[in-house]
């Protein structure tokens, strides 16, 4: 019998176990300390890209310790609380300048001399302006890694309905799903005719009509075999001729919107249909967010108009882009939509620091800022109008002020036709106008309050959606 081999020689068991632990140590330690390295490279790229003539970041602590830490920097608003913002202190600045004078809109921003404003004309002599300074126009920004999130361009345009192929085949459950609502009108029909308290029946409904504005199933064939659009639909709602039953207005209106949107064509539930939005990586890496109107989608409306329109008080839009595809006011970004010669069709109330007085059906709206000799092109269109007396569509942003409580929570809505009834000069040097605009009788109240408060639960959780996507 062959003896057996020696043994190889095994290295200790607690020698082996204590240089594993002192080279993960090592590796560790030296993981920390590439991460610490590259977050102060970070925060040296941000706080240089990010600086401006008066230092928007200082340290948090002054007498922190500096021996192996960064001081920490602070904003006015994230995770670097305690700082005000430079926008803010800019504008504090200026109003202090202008203090013993009276200001009826936001002060031009100060414009100190420094290299990165060297193509701003600042003009040190000149008087306290009444409107917001002119955005000046960035140069350079390649952009990098473009992405386009949601670029939604269903529509069937209004020939639709005629077009219908009846044999298309559809689910059996959502054509239910979708007709369940003369259930809940025949339900409120009976509670009527028995003499039953209506809150709940009548909020039910309410309910249905702001979930079914965004029914993913919706397709032509099965809106158009369920037989909503048809004179025993949603008309019963919105004309209010259930025997027995009086709709408010609010439910009223959203039978009339939801009517009138698949009815046009535009069965795609989506918020941004027709919204080309882009994400990706500008200039020193940073982040940029854009939204345009589809140069393709079918279902754009032109808000050259005097009047509503096909609009309904109490339409919501997430966007004011989104208002411009829908014909309600035709600028992305301007407050003053009209056509030179025939003056304004349609305003946006909104923040921005001018004098702005907000009552509801009352409006005392600022123009925008011209020169001594002339007013600017906006001023003019408001100026047409009122010669002309033209409705007005008005419309509110929620960048209102948070105390102004006809303020939507989010996006904009239309709140229905005003006219101007006067005006007056703010002051004469920026030619800057003040409208009073009076609300036209006989229209549904605005939708700030109550049940059929706009934006509903439904519209702002589907932004929210929305958001999770392109945040």
Known sequence: MRPLPPAPDLPDLAEVLYKATV??????????????EEEESRLKIKCERDQS???????????????????????SSGPFAGLRSAK???REHASLEQESKDSFGPARKVVKKAAVRENVDSDEGSKASFGPAKKVVKQGGVLKNVQTINSRTTDQGPEWYDSVDPKQT??????????????????????????????????????RLQQMEFYTSLSPILVKKSGLLDDGGLHLIFENRVQGVYFPHDIRADADILFRKWMGGQIDPHLFRGIVTKTG??????????????????GKISSNYVGTGNLVNGQWWPLQLCAKRDGAHGEREAGIHGQKGKGAYSVVVSGGGYANVDNGDSIKYCGTQGT????????????????????LRVLRSASLPASNPYRPARGIRYDGLYRIISYEVLDQQTAMYRFSLSRIGGQDPIRNSGEGIVPSNAQILELNKIREQID
Not at 23 to 34: D, F, L
Not at 179 to 198: E, R, S
């Open 23 to 36: 080279e993960g140590v090592k590796q560790g330690i030296a993981w920390i300390k590439k991460d610490k």
């Open 281 to 298: 990586t500008a200039k020193e890496e940073r982040g940029f967010k854009s939204h345009s109107i589809d140069p393709n989608f079918a």
């Open 170 to 207: 559809y689910s059996r459950g959502d054509m239910q799903n979708l007709k369940y609502l003369y259930t809940l009108v025949n339900n409120a029909k009976k509670d009527a005719a028995d003499g039953k308290d209506m809150t709940q029946s009548l909020g039910r409904i309410r309910q």
């Open 372 to 391: 001594e000799d002339s007013p600017s092109a906006g001023t003019n269109l408001m100026l047409k109008a009122h010669e002309n007396q033209q409705s």
């Open 88 to 90: 803010k202190r800019v």
């Open 53 to 75: 003539p008066e230092s928007l970041f200082v340290t948090q602590d002054t007498n922190a310790q500096t021996d192996t830490h960064v001081a920490v920097t602070t904003l």
